[in-house]
C-alpha cells in the first residue's frame, strides 16, 4: 500500500489535528524528540506503519491501534 493510504477514521491529536494517512502518522513521529522515538511503544507504531505500507490489509487496523496506544502512553491523545 502506498504510505499515502488513509485510515479507516483519522487519529485525532490534542491540537484539533488529525492523522489522515500512514505517511502523516510516520511524519508525525520523525518530529519527536529522539529519544522519544526509541521509547518501545513508538518504535511499536512505526514497526506497524511500516507492516502497513509493505502488506496492507489488517495492518492498517494495527497501525492506528498502535499509534493510539503510543500517544495515549504520552498523555498527547486528543
Do not use: V
Not at 510516520?26 to 529519544?35: F, G, H, T, V, W
Amino acid at each position: 500500500m502506498p504510505w499515502s493510504t488513509s485510515f479507516d477514521e483519522p487519529i485525532p491529536l490534542p491540537n484539533r489535528r488529525k492523522l489522515l494517512t500512514l505517511q502523516e502518522a510516520a511524519d508525525y513521529i520523525m518530529k519527536l524528540p529522539e529519544d522519544a522515538q526509541h521509547e518501545a511503544h513508538w518504535q511499536t507504531a512505526i514497526e506497524t506503519l511500516i507492516n502497513a505500507a509493505e502488506t496492507g490489509g489488517g495492518w492498517m487496523m494495527f497501525a492506528r491501534i498502535a499509534m493510539l496506544r503510543a500517544l495515549n502512553a504520552d498523555g498527547r491523545c486528543g
